[in-house]
């Protein structure tokens, strides 16, 4: 019988204890206005952090808002928030957003990235272990990325190099997840 033994480097989980969950998965939003510019503020980047943010909180402020545009910009938010590293009020926007859409796998992508870096791991798997069904191949990738760090935190190497894997397959231009899985080194044995 063949096993598979997992090792990484001496380094492991120091190092990922030092790479931190992308927030990738921002939420695209139906029609223009300020939502939209919100949307667009998140995923190209092309104004200030301030700026995004004032954008976001005026979509949400004064623009009447489906409950899916407003689900969606509240996670759009709470990704800027994530990038300031303030993850009490990400997680506050992530929390909102699936008040609103329960189903909207994206969220849950970004709920478990704020749970890793507010140190709640077990909760952050468990947001993690829904989001990796999302449609989008962006947040299905960087929700299986984020898990492999939240699994290599709670000592779970072959789990985590697996997911490090399976972000890689569903992204092969993902480079964080490339790099985790060079530390890996995957050994058959017999028995």
């Excluded at 001496?10 to 510019?37: E, F, H, M, Q, W």
């Excluded at 402020?61 to 928030?81: C, D």
């Excluded at 609103?100 to 952050?124: D, H, I, Q, T």
């Excluded at 231009?173 to 790099?179: E, M």
């Amino acid at each position: 019988m063949k096993t598979r033994l997992f090792t990484g480097a001496c380094l492991a989980l120091a190092i990922a204890a030092t790479a931190t969950p992308t927030s990738r998965a921002a939420v695209s939003v139906i029609g223009g206005g300020l939502a939209s510019d919100c949307y667009q503020a998140v995923e190209f980047r092309r104004v200030s952090p301030q700026k995004s943010l004032e954008i976001c909180n005026m979509a949400l402020s004064y623009e009447s808002l489906s409950r899916r545009n407003r689900a969606a910009t509240y996670v759009n938010r709470g990704i800027l928030h994530m990038r300031e590293a303030r993850f009490d009020r990400a997680l506050t926007d992530f929390e909102r957003s699936l008040g609103l859409e329960p189903a909207l796998l994206e969220a849950k992508v970004n709920l478990g990235a704020a749970l890793y870096n507010l140190s709640r791991f077990e909760e952050a798997l468990a947001a993690l272990n829904e989001g990796v069904g999302a449609e989008d191949v962006n947040a299905r990738a960087t929700g299986f990325y984020n898990r492999g760090l939240t699994h290599e935190r709670l000592g779970d190497l072959q789990s985590a190099y697996w997911d490090y894997r399976t972000a890689l397959d569903t992204n092969p231009a993902f480079t964080d997840a490339a790099r985790q899985l060079e530390r890996f080194t995957v050994v058959e044995r017999q028995g």
